[in-house]
């Protein structure tokens, strides 16, 4: 009997391996030897493939559900599976046509992108699609413009430093004296310029006591502008999530428990939005399988997720929640292409002076 060198018997191994993962994507039905022979070239006897089977659960790579039945990937067969895909797929030229398409018509401004974008994420891979927008609070202020809507409402726009623009309509105790306004305006870009974002309603309180008194009212004006306009608890780095209820259709998940606590996981946005946030301190592409998610509720899940950015800054997360079982080259590459397209939209929408 031929014996083989180990490099290529391992090498033969990750192939089958590659193979019973590629069926069980494909059927979501544990994978038997004769399936592998009638089904893929391997040239290799039933009972062959059958040892070879029987070494990669001995190693951790597949699990056997029940006894006599096939095999089906562990979260370490996934793995290897991810890591050993050598090229990333590329969205298809329709597929990716469809999608500029679809934001050239839909998307104006910031929170259309983030709508649009895991609305789409959603749609094309049939899972739950998310994106963590910015958060706006970790920014510097660049200018405040104020614009006056009716005699007691001012539109804010603030602008960040990053190029990020944020809209507030504030409705004011009492009527808008007019002549005030480019007074407020100048004063509160010059004494509010470069400050974070998260520190803008406490700095301007500090700054009211050393204001003459003939100027008292306009600044009270301006601090009530600034405690509405910077509310940031109330919508930064807000999660958008479509396709929830797909996660009813995931095959991987065993029972009503494990169904209901993922299910609390995406109802409770700040939880998902925990996730990605440790995704982002790790920049670029990152692929969590199973028990590698670090909330138990997610173990049966896999979270195909990337960094967006805006030049320079990482600014916020996307990605797609799925079954460990999907087609991860086609999710990795999905992911990957609404990134570049999510960056490229940014770069459009956000003005740099």
Do not use: C
Not at 55 to 84: C, F, M, N, W
Not at 316 to 327: D, F, K, S, T, Y
Request: hydrophobic content about 40%; aromatic content about 6%.
């Amino acid at each position: 009997m031929r014996v083989l060198d180990p490099k290529t018997a391992e090498d033969r191994k990750r192939r089958l391996l590659q193979a019973v993962i590629y069926q069980f994507m494909r059927t979501g039905k544990p994978v038997g030897s004769q399936v592998i022979v009638d089904k893929y070239n391997f040239g290799l006897s039933s009972a062959t493939v059958r040892h070879m089977l029987l070494d990669l659960e001995k190693e951790g790579y597949l699990i056997q559900p029940h006894t006599s039945a096939g095999r089906v990937p562990s979260d370490k067969g996934y793995r290897l599976y991810v890591d050993s895909l050598l090229e990333v797929q590329s969205l298809a030229a329709g597929e990716e046509e469809k999608i500029r398409k679809e934001y050239s018509v839909r998307t104006k401004e910031l929170e259309d992108l983030m709508v649009s974008t895991s609305r789409m994420l959603s749609s094309l891979s049939s899972y739950t699609g998310m994106v963590l927008s910015p958060r706006l609070d970790k920014s510097l202020l660049h200018r405040l413009q104020l614009i006056p809507l009716s005699a007691n409402q001012i539109l804010v726009v603030v602008v960040s430093q990053t190029g990020l623009i944020r809209h507030r309509v504030v409705q004011l105790s009492r009527p808008l004296v007019a002549a005030w306004l480019p007074g407020i305006s100048d004063m509160l870009n010059e004494r509010l310029k470069g400050l974070p974002l998260s520190e803008v309603r406490t700095q301007i309180l500090h700054h009211i006591e050393a204001v003459q008194q003939e100027q008292v009212e306009a600044f009270t004006m301006a601090q009530e502008l600034v405690r509405e306009a910077f509310d940031l608890k109330s919508n930064e780095g807000e999660l958008y999530i479509e396709g929830r209820e797909k996660i009813f259709s995931f095959s991987d998940m065993g029972d009503f428990d494990e169904m209901s606590g993922l299910m609390k996981v995406v109802e409770h946005k700040n939880l998902l939005t925990s996730v990605l946030e440790k995704a982002m301190k790790k920049e670029g592409l990152s692929v969590k399988i199973g028990a590698e998610n670090t909330r138990p509720e997610l173990r049966n899940v896999s979270l195909v997720s990337n960094t967006y950015k805006l030049g320079d800054h990482t600014i916020g997360a996307l990605g797609i929640l799925g079954p460990r079982r999907m087609e991860y080259g086609r999710m990795i590459a999905l992911v990957e292409g609404m990134t570049k397209i999510v960056n490229q939209m940014l770069a459009k929408m956000v003005p740099y002076e």
